[in-house]
């Protein structure tokens, strides 16, 4: 269902070329250029550099007078460039892989001017904050992985299974904590008895790589699989396997980097990867904002899941990587 905003920003929209007489060149604010506002918090993170680097590029080359606003996860810092930006004259606002929890600021701000919010990986349910938010089934994206898991351990029922999360992250909470209700549910033992938190995305290879190493120190033989929820929790896994001298660990992630695929490639600790592939979510994010670009069109679908790929040892020499 459409909000008051998201009708009245269309029929605003659709209204004023229709009086000015411009062409699906003109912004939606009426001026000659169409004046996008892209940002991310997460531009340190490979996902996050890439697709909106990627977007940015694409609504260059459709004509797009596109800004992108990026922090180390200050969401003060891109409230503040936001806000600014529409006071600016924004026409349309792109959000990459935001946390719902933490933009009211600029949300606000949008509804005030009328300016609709297009988002990246916007959370894992629908939010009448964006106008459309296209994301991955985290439900999937469990279940690809702890079914790597299953059949690289022979099984998930007795085994000591480690999950690595980063809460502050929804999506990857979603998924983490799917991950651990569906391991208890197949009778599988939670290794240290929770899930072990990653503090910053930046650093989750060297902690995961401590929280394996410390674990295995204790445990010489508590250790039969890993699921991680993105990839360099997962490589750090790996490293601490690896190095411990191991070799009947078995580690998942999420992401299906390029580094994820040459150890996968080695048919080592590292199994399987769940692919998001961002590039095309961002092609679909353009096509919608271009609909909204040439006539004030709105998605019909606020809340669109793509399903994942999942990334092993069957398929991996054919897979290219785009991170």
């Not at 699906?24 to 697709?51: L, N, W």
């Not at 940015?56 to 596109?66: A, L, M, Y």
């Not at 998924?175 to 651990?180: E, G, H, Y």
């Amino acid at each position: 269902m459409r909000t008051s905003l998201k009708i009245t920003a269309g029929l605003a929209v659709a209204g004023m070329l229709a009086l000015t007489g411009c062409s699906g060149d003109a912004g939606a604010g009426g001026d000659d250029s169409f004046k996008v506002a892209a940002f991310t918090a997460g531009y340190g993170t490979p996902a996050g550099k890439e697709s909106l680097d990627e977007l940015v590029e694409k609504g260059k080359e459709k004509g797009w007078d596109v800004t992108l606003y990026t922090s180390d996860f200050d969401y003060d810092k891109i409230n503040t460039d936001v806000q600014s930006a529409i006071t600016q004259g924004a026409d349309v606002i792109v959000a990459g892989f935001p946390d719902p929890r933490q933009i009211a600021p600029l949300v606000n701000a949008a509804e005030s001017s009328e300016i609709p919010i297009f988002s990246i990986d916007g959370g894992v349910e629908p939010n009448d904050d964006f106008v459309q938010d296209i994301t991955f089934d985290q439900q999937q994206i469990a279940d690809l992985g702890l079914g790597a898991l299953d059949e690289a351990m022979g099984g998930l029922e007795g085994k000591d299974v480690m999950v690595i999360g980063h809460d502050p992250h929804v999506g990857i909470m979603t998924r983490s904590n799917i991950a651990v209700d569906e391991l208890e549910a197949a009778g599988a033992n939670l290794a240290g008895g929770e899930m072990k938190q990653v503090l910053n995305p930046g650093t989750s290879q060297e902690e995961t790589l401590k929280f394996v190493t410390d674990f295995l120190q204790a445990n010489p033989d508590g250790l039969d699989g890993i699921w991680t929820g993105w990839d360099h929790a997962a490589l750090g896994a790996v490293q601490a396997i690896n190095e411990s001298g191991q070799d009947e660990i078995y580690v998942t992630g999420v992401d299906a980097l390029g580094a994820a695929a040459a150890e996968i490639e080695k048919e080592g600790p590292f199994y399987a990867s769940v692919l998001q592939n961002w590039s095309k979510v961002v092609d679909m994010t353009v096509e919608s904002v271009e609909a909204y670009r040439a006539d004030g069109t709105l998605p019909e679908e606020d809340f669109v899941e793509v399903e994942p790929e999942l990334i092993d040892r069957t398929n991996v020499a054919d897979y290219e990587p785009t991170m």
